[in-house]
């Protein structure tokens, strides 16, 4: 079943190793914010 409600994250230099990327994956955010 779909949510209706999307997490939304921002990310910006400090997060853009591969691993911390996949880690919010896994917690359910569907959707990402680049800030650079």
Do not use: C, R, Y
């Not at 591969?18 to 994956?25: A, E, G, P, R, V």
């Amino acid at each position: 079943m779909d949510h209706l409600t999307k997490i939304v994250a921002t990310v910006g230099p400090a997060s853009l190793e591969t691993s911390l990327l996949n880690k919010l994956i896994d917690a359910g955010v569907n959707v990402f914010s680049s800030q650079f």
